[in-house]
């Protein structure tokens, strides 16, 4: 109403479950419809665990990711998401949890290659890892970030597990055909037995969105 009677301003905050975000809706995107996915995924992590965000928006992953003791590396190359995460840390996670949340303004390609590298590089190689690709329309293809990345001298215990969303034409066969395309920019085959997959709401008859998460395939080493 505001904006109709003539104020010109999209800066805004929305409420998710006791957390505030603010926002501009002129420049980032926002779904209030992907609160219950958000809580969804983050109560699969565990304290301690790192969180690696490709595409993290305000912050609607990364916050409660952060708030509940996981070590959060958000990205996001829209520079105006990456200012209003930033600030949405500073709004909902307390002082000393903030040192836990590191934001980039990269390149979801050039962010994954460096964490990786960087990970490799930290005495004692890597720990548990969870990576979220929350951009349906194609996220998929973003798997190339993966490939000729792993160095088997360097890495240890188990690969990230990647949580994957992706639109589909239908519910039965939504995980072969997000695997496939995953498959297809990684260069090796991930197993339809080492995945799970969760619908998250129907976009558009014949387009329902999906979350397709796996273990990396042992393949990635090199």
């Not at 219950?36 to 995924?41: I, M, R």
């Not at 239908?170 to 995945?195: F, H, M, N, Q």
Request: proline letters at 6%; aromatic letters at 10%; a neutral charge.
């Amino acid at each position: 109403m505001e904006i109709i009677a003539g104020e010109p301003s999209y800066i805004t905050e929305v409420r998710q479950r006791g957390l505030r975000f603010r926002l501009d809706y002129s420049a980032v995107y926002w779904n209030s419809r992907l609160e219950t996915e958000h809580q969804k995924l983050v109560e699969t992590f565990a304290p301690g665990e790192e969180v690696w965000d490709m595409f993290c928006g305000i912050g609607p992953f990364a916050v409660p990711a952060a708030l509940k003791g996981c070590k959060v590396h958000a990205n996001d190359l829209n520079p105006d998401s990456y200012k209003w995460c930033k600030e949405n840390i500073k709004i909902n996670v307390p002082a000393k949890l903030q040192e836990n949340v590191v934001c980039y303004n990269q390149d979801a390609r050039a962010f994954i290659r460096s964490r990786i590298g960087a990970l490799q590089d930290e005495p004692g190689g890597a720990r548990r890892v969870h990576i979220v690709a929350n951009l349906p329309a194609s996220a998929p293809e973003f798997m190339d970030a993966f490939a000729n990345v792993f160095n088997r001298g360097a890495w240890s215990g188990g690969l990230p597990v990647m949580h994957l969303y992706a639109f589909s034409r239908s519910a039965e066969k939504a995980c072969a055909e997000v695997l496939d395309r995953a498959s297809a920019a990684l260069g090796t085959e991930i197993p339809l037995a080492s995945a799970s997959c969760r619908e998250v709401r129907l976009v558009a008859p014949g387009k329902l969105m999906v979350c397709v998460s796996f273990a990396l395939p042992q393949d990635v080493l090199c």
